[in-house]
């Protein structure tokens, strides 16, 4: 930790995100010596040491995920990361994508949020293969969910627990091994988490799917804090794929 000054501006800022929605569902826990960024559509906490986001967070409605528009990719530095966030020119030549956990296509309702998902604290190095055959689908496929009528609550991220990890770029930007995604759907009362090594680039989507206390007890990260307790719990250890229309795209 930088400083208690910092600490304390942490604490500060995670009180005054869930003070001001309490129903954020999306929301996970702080995380230590990591900075909570907010933008306008989703928040994220970003550790500084691997120069990646812990996690992203946002909620997808049925109205989000049916809008369409065009955008045009400006990825640039986050200057909200008071201690300097990665660059795009981090990854010229390292041989790998830049990956959004937070999908542009998820946000053209709002010019300016899609913008956002742009910066580079939403970024992480992926495979082009893991980033084309299987985020994509993935993201694909959680659009489609929401488009059935629920409102979609959704974290993203690299899973940080594995490192120490290799780097590239002048700013040392870590290369992880896994990536994560969790969603809850509060009103049909489901959630589920997947996880992916780096490196996938096959298989059905269904076939990563696990629950997202699994995903928890890698990761670390409490997800879903503002969920009451008894049904946290209750969706977080359930694993129901029946529950989940994974012939959304199909249709």
Same mark, same amino acid.
């Given at each position: 930790?930088?400083?208690?000054?910092?600490?304390?501006?942490?604490?500060?800022?995670?009180?005054?995100?869930?003070?001001?929605?309490?129903?954020?569902?999306?929301?996970?826990?702080?995380?230590? *010596?990591?900075?909570?960024? *907010?933008?306008?559509?989703?928040?994220?906490?970003?550790?500084?040491?691997?120069?990646?986001?812990?996690?992203?967070?946002?909620?997808?409605?049925?109205? %989000?995920?049916?809008?369409?528009?065009?955008?045009?990719?400006?990825? *640039?530095?986050?200057?909200?990361?008071?201690?300097?966030?990665?660059?795009?020119?981090?990854?010229?030549?390292?041989?790998?994508?830049?990956?959004?956990?937070?999908?542009?296509?998820?946000?053209?309702?709002?010019?300016?949020?899609?913008?956002?998902?742009?910066?580079?604290?939403?970024?992480?190095?992926?495979?082009?293969?893991?980033?084309?055959?299987?985020?994509?689908?993935?993201?694909?496929?959680?659009?489609?969910?929401?488009?059935?009528?629920?409102?979609?609550?959704?974290?993203?991220?690299?899973?940080?627990?594995?490192g120490p990890f290799g780097t590239f770029g002048d700013n040392k930007v870590a290369i992880p091994a896994r990536y994560y995604k969790v969603v809850l759907d509060i009103k049909g009362e489901r959630a589920i988490g997947f996880l992916f090594r780096a490196n996938a680039s096959s298989g059905t989507l269904k076939s990563y799917a696990t629950s997202v206390d699994e995903?928890?007890?890698?990761?670390?990260?409490?997800?879903?804090?503002?969920?009451?307790?008894?049904?946290?719990?209750?969706?977080?250890?359930?694993?129901?794929?029946?529950?989940?229309?994974?012939?959304? %795209?199909?249709?």
């Amino acid at each position: 930790m930088k400083n208690p000054g910092f600490s304390l501006f942490v604490l500060f800022l995670f009180a005054s995100i869930h003070a001001v929605a309490q129903e954020n569902y999306e929301i996970p826990s702080a995380l230590p *010596r990591e900075l909570p960024v *907010r933008h306008n559509c989703y928040v994220l906490s970003y550790n500084e040491g691997y120069e990646l986001p812990s996690w992203a967070a946002y909620k997808l409605t049925p109205e %989000m995920a049916k809008a369409s528009g065009t955008f045009k990719e400006k990825y *640039r530095e986050d200057v909200m990361v008071s201690t300097g966030s990665s660059s795009p020119k981090d990854y010229k030549d390292a041989g790998f994508v830049m990956g959004q956990l937070v999908p542009s296509e998820d946000m053209v309702f709002d010019a300016k949020a899609c913008d956002e998902t742009f910066l580079m604290s939403n970024i992480v190095p992926q495979k082009i293969g893991f980033n084309k055959f299987l985020w994509k689908n993935l993201e694909q496929l959680i659009r489609e969910w929401a488009k059935e009528g629920n409102t979609l609550y959704i974290a993203a991220g690299p899973v940080l627990a594995d490192g120490p990890f290799g780097t590239f770029g002048d700013n040392k930007v870590a290369i992880p091994a896994r990536y994560y995604k969790v969603v809850l759907d509060i009103k049909g009362e489901r959630a589920i988490g997947f996880l992916f090594r780096a490196n996938a680039s096959s298989g059905t989507l269904k076939s990563y799917a696990t629950s997202v206390d699994e995903i928890e007890k890698i990761t670390g990260i409490d997800f879903f804090i503002n969920v009451p307790d008894d049904m946290e719990e209750k969706l977080e250890l359930t694993l129901d794929l029946s529950k989940w229309n994974f012939e959304a %795209m199909k249709q």
